[in-house]
Every structure is written in structure tokens, then in C-alpha cells.
């Protein structure tokens, strides 16, 4: 396809709108929807598990917390995604319940008490930050200047870094067997790996269609391996229940403590940096110019799926690193397809018998497939690192201190038993760690030595510089790649021009693209 003009408007309103706007046919709306919850899944339910037997709560409660976590995560979605008034970012996000919260919320719970009296607390602080969240949104996206590609890209690269343990421990037979003779018996790294190879085989091989479901063909494939091998039970959907609502409040009504509330608020803003990162690294991969409302609208979206969360028996949400890692897989940008994913979610959560089918998916195969979209979220940060000029000891040593200080809540878990609990809650936790790191030492380096960062030229990424099929169908998408390598001072301030009149060329980093790298003291 011809590319637009950016000088003709009316021919390009005759064009394909762009990718994160496309609504796709039904059939593929559901397959790649469909395919976002299977990604999902796994690290939708595993946060009420957790949580849930920390706090000594029943396996009927357990139920219902995971239920109660996947109506609100379909809503949440959808209103992310869609977006209503200024609230959603209108991107292709889908909302997960943070992993950054759960030690906060155990510490909470247990400090009440644990069990549903201990909820109630932890609901009753979820609320409160879910409407701070919200409120402080608009001023906190006017903070993004503080959050230049080093600080973007460290934390993206810290989300994946964090996350593949887990889809390794997945990959051994799930956490839950750690200490048994199972955990990392040969058969389950034969699942896993099988489920791996297959999504690379389809990818490598499979035309662009095929190559867009290579996820949920791996994990359809790994999980018929295994059932033919009599390694998945499928018991456990004979028991479910047809159908079951959660009501709101249903363990009663939630109890306002002021230090539980400050912790969770604390949490909110730590994954309000967390969101930023996620909504730029959407807008790297589909093209899409990403401004201080876009960030804002995310963020209100996060509080107020965070109160939905509080009310409805469920937890904090946030924009969900994994499913970011999968649109870059599939290349399938559309952002009507995590609509069609909260449609699903929304049914798993009101009929508990469909949610069981997909909860028998063997760890082993959620392993294989994780992995490789974890490591995408890592590429996606690395990506963005390669914008920047590493050379330069101070962006070194922001990203260098920030990946050592994600490793540490896994590497010396001792160190933070000996902590107080209410410091324990909110740093035993390598984002949060990593992130937070990435903030202060950016600010320590380049804002308080009034030295100015970088910003995204999004006029490169929208304008007449993409691919000449930038606005293909959906299997010909790839990733924003709009830096063509330049030559000038990197301490210059940078200027930005649309096509037109010949004028004086902007200043631009060495190492390729615009100028993210260090304007003059």
C-alpha cells in the first residue's frame, strides 16, 4: 500500500485506520482475544492464591476470590482499552492485579488478624488508594518528564528480568511444588520446552495469520500432549458451579485503617510508574503517538478499576507487562481484541465451570509459553535502552544500580525478613526495588544537577518516516523501528520539524534517532 502524505489529509481519511484502532472480524477478535486470556491467566489467578493461603482463607473462598479477580479484571480491560471519557487509555492494555501489592497486602492481612477479617482491611486500604490513584493521576502524568527513555526502558527491561522466574518456576511444575520430588522433574522441562519450541516453530514458519496465534497454539498443543500422556485432570471442571456472581462487599464492609492505607497508597505509586512504562512501551510497539493525557487516562483507569477491585472482592490493578510481550509476538495491535479478551474474562468470572477448563492448562505448558513473553518485555525495554547513549557514566549507572537492586528481594530474601513489616511490605519486591531505584538515581543524576533528558519524538514514529505498509492488516505489523541512525552533538538541545520549507538541521543523538540522549547542563 502506497504510504499517505502527511500533506493530504482527505486521502488519508480514505485509508485503513491505524493498527490500535482496526476492529477485526468477529472470528478474529475471538481467536486473538481469546488468546490474551490464555497468556493472561496464569498471572491473573496467582495473586488471590497467594494471598488467599497466606491468610488461611478456605479453598470455597479461594474460589471466589479468583472468580471475584476475573469479572473485574474483564471490566477493568474493557475500560482500559475502550475507554470512557478521560478514563482509559484506548491502547491495546490489558489490567491485571500487580504482583507489587501482594506482600503488602499479606502484611496487611495478617496484621489484622488474617482471614476475612484481615480482607476486609486489605479491601478497605484497596479503595482508598484506588481513589487517590485517580485523583493524582492528571498531576502525576505531568511527572513524565522525569521518566525519560533510561528511566522507561530500566524499568521495562526490570518487569521482564522479574517476571521470567516466574514462568521458569511454571516451567519445573509451578511454585507450588517447590520442596517436592516433582518440582523440575525431566518431564515437566520436556513440556515446557515443547510448548517453547512450538511457538517459535509457528512463528519462523507459519504465515502471518498462524504466526499471530502461536501462543495459544503452543499452550492448545502442550496441554493436548499432555492429556494424551494422562498429565492433565480435568476433574476439577465437573465441580465447579455453572454460574456464581460476586456480590459486592461480600465478606462485609471494609475497614479504613491509616497505616494499612498508607502502604497500599505507597503500592498505587509505585505501580502508577509501572503503567507509564507499560502505556510508552504499547505506544513503541504499535506506532502510537503517547502524551501526558494518554498517561493520565491509563492512570484513572488503574484507580478506578482498583476501587472496582475493592468493592467487588478483589485487588489493585495495573496495565499487565505480559500481555505487552504478546503484542509484540503476534503483532496484533488492535485494541478491540482486549475488548473481546475482557468479554471473555467477564464470562470466566460469572460462569466458574469455564474457568476451571482453562485453570487445568498444566503449569509445565503456561511455563514454556511465559517465557517467551516475559522475555519480550524485556526486549521491549532493551529496545527503548538502545536509544539511549550508555557511554554516558551516569545512564550506566542508573540502569547498572537498578538491575542489582531488582535482583536483591530474590537473591538475599533474608535481608528483608530482618526488616520492619511495614518496610518489608512495600520493598520486598524486585519491581518495586528496581523501579524506585530507577526514579530516585534519575533524579539524583540528571533533575536535581538541572541537567534536561530526553523525550520520545513521536512526530517519527506517527509521521512520514514509518513503513510504507505501517497501516497493513494486522499480520503485517511489526515493531515501531522509526530511528534511522544520524551523526551530531549529543549535548545539544533538540528541535523537532514537520516536512515542509528546508530549515537548519535539528541536533541528534550519535547513536541513531531523536534526541534521547543528554541536552547541555
Known sequence: MARV????PEQFSQQRAHPVDEVLPVGKLTLFGFQHVLAFYAG??????????????SREELVYLINADLLTCGVASIIQALGVWKIGAR??????VTFTAVSPMIAIGLGAGGGTAGLLVVYGAVITAGIATFLFAPFFSKLVKY??????????TVIGLTLIPQGLKDAA????????????APKN???????????????????SYLSSLAVLLGLVAGTGVAWLLGDVDFGGVKDAAWFGVSTPFHYGMPKFELFPIIAMVVVMLITMVETTGDVYAIGEITGKKIDNATVANALRADGVATVLGGILNSFPYVAFAENIGLVRMSKVMSRFVVVAAGGFMIVMGLLPKAGSVVAAIPHPVLGGAAIAMFGMVAAVGIQILGKVDLRDERNALILA????????????EPFFTRMPEDVRAVLNSGITLGSLTAVLLNLFFNVFTRRKTMEIDWDEIEGDDEPADAHEPFGAHGPAEPYAPQAADPYAPQAHHRPGPPHPPAPQHPQGGPDWGIPGR
Open 189 to 207: 522441562l520436556a513440556y515446557a520446552l515443547g510448548t517453547l519450541l512450538f511457538v517459535l516453530l509457528v512463528v519462523r514458519f507459519g504465515k
Open 401 to 412: 544500580v537498578s538491575l542489582a537492586a531488582a535482583l536483591l528481594p530474590n537473591a538475599v
Open 5 to 8: 502524505s502527511r500533506q493530504d
Open 173 to 184: 511444575g509451578g511454585a507450588q511444588l517447590i520442596g517436592h520430588p516433582g518440582y523440575g
Open 44 to 57: 491473573a489467578v496467582v495473586v488471590p492464591i497467594i494471598l488467599g493461603n497466606a491468610l488461611g482463607l
Open 147 to 156: 521518566f525519560p527513555p533510561i528511566v522507561i526502558g530500566t524499568i521495562l
Open 91 to 96: 491502547l491495546p492494555l490489558v489490567q491485571g
